[in-house]
Structures are given as C-alpha cells and as structure tokens.
C-alpha cells in the first residue's frame, strides 16, 4: 500500500515538473538575443584602380641662345596647369605596399626664353608629359605614405628662335628622361582615394633651333609638379 502510493505521488510529481518545463518554454525569455555581427570588410590598398588629376608645374631648368657676335642671350622659365589621368596596380602585405602606376598628362610648364630685338623670341609653353612609375609605401589603415620613381618622357614647350630670312624654327620631338616624387593617399571608401602627390621630372637637354649663324644650344627640361588626384579602386 505505502509502495503504491510512494509511487502515485513520485509519478505526479515527475508529471508536474514536465508541464511546467513546457510552459516555461512557451514563455518569452527575459533576456533579448545576441545580436548578430556583420564584421565591416578590412581595407586593403591591394587592386587595380583608375583615376585623374590636376595641378601645378613649374620649369626649373633654363633655355638659352647662342649668337656668336653677342654671346648667349635669352633665358627664362614658366609654369602653369597641369592635368591628366593615371592607372595603376597596388599590393599591399602587412603594413607596406608596393605598386605601378603610368600617367600622361598636359603640361603648360616649357621653359620660355627671353626676347632680344626680332631675333629672339619666347616660344610657346603648351606640352604633355608621361610617367611609368614604381611605387613603394607603408599604409596605416587607410592612410598611404609612398615615394614613386621610374622613367619619363614629354615633349614640354619649347623655345622658338628668329632668323629674319628663315623664319621661325621649333624642333617637336619627344624626349625620355626620369622622375622621383612622393605622396600621400587616403581610402575615403573601400573603393575611392584620394591622394596629394609631389613629382621632380627631368628630360634630356636637347638643341630646338641651329642655322650657320643662330643656334638655340640649350634647353633644360626640368620642372616640379604638385597635384592632387581621386582614383578609383577594384576590388
């Protein structure tokens, strides 16, 4: 008889402890859900991209004629816009990225020389330029700091000469050479930079002008260029 009831009164006891699980189950939970975390991507600097610039270039080199009765005469320098468009590659491991980049660009920094009577004469300083460039840079997040260096090339104005019985004579051609720059670049999105670049470019001295008795026996291409670009970047 005990035995009987000691189990009648276990079994309802085990019966009451599952309803009341049940119940509990059915009731909400006073403790919200973990939220779920949807992790930003990283920012990498590692892509092709494609973008365009503008800004200033001024002429640091001289230009100068030669008149064997007065000597040299005429000399001076100029500077002015500079635009154009860049595409590159960049590959970013750890902090430091290393990259490519060619750019061509036009250029109203020639050098100008100075007039002496109607002989000599300013030309003009209208031109382009072109670089294929390395660059190397240690990145902080999404700030770059880099030094780019590599070949150039142009044809950047040039100075014309007066003979009054030949006329004017300019020589077009275009020269190669090489720069050395440095920068600054910055990740606005995971897709657009922006960047402020400085660039020292030197083409190879060349003769514009030569008769029998006027010669045009300098012209130093060199200029600097400050600029600022927006490129955009592949994923």
Do not use: C
Not at 2 to 9: A, C, E, F, I, N
């Amino acid at each position: 008889m005990r035995t009987s009831l000691l189990g009648l009164l276990t079994g309802t006891a085990t019966l009451a402890l599952v309803a009341s699980a049940a119940q509990a189950a059915d009731l909400p939970s006073r403790y919200s859900p973990a939220p779920v975390y949807n992790a930003m991507p990283a920012f990498t600097w590692t892509g092709f991209y494609v973008g365009a610039n503008a800004g200033y270039g001024w002429s640091t080199g001289t230009s100068r004629y030669y008149d064997p009765a007065f000597g040299y005469i005429g000399s001076g320098k100029s500077g002015g816009f500079v635009g154009g468009g860049q595409l590159g590659y960049n590959y970013q491991f750890g902090m430091f990225v290393l990259g490519a980049e060619t750019d061509i660009q036009y250029a109203a920094v020639g050098n100008k020389g100075s007039s002496y009577g109607t002989v000599y004469y300013p030309g003009n300083s209208d031109g382009f330029f072109g670089t294929i460039r390395a660059r190397a840079g240690v990145a902080f997040d999404r700030a770059l700091v880099y030094a780019t260096g590599g070949f150039a090339y142009g044809d950047i104005g040039g100075n014309n000469a007066y003979d009054p019985l030949l006329g004017a004579r300019r020589n077009d051609s275009t020269n190669g050479g090489w720069t050395l720059g440095g920068g600054v670049e910055y990740g606005v999105t995971n897709n657009i930079t922006a960047k402020v670049e400085g660039l020292y470019v030197n083409l190879d001295t060349r003769s514009n002008y030569s008769t029998s008795s006027y010669q045009a026996i300098r012209r130093d291409t060199e200029f600097g260029v400050i600029r600022a670009g927006v490129n955009y970047k592949f994923n």
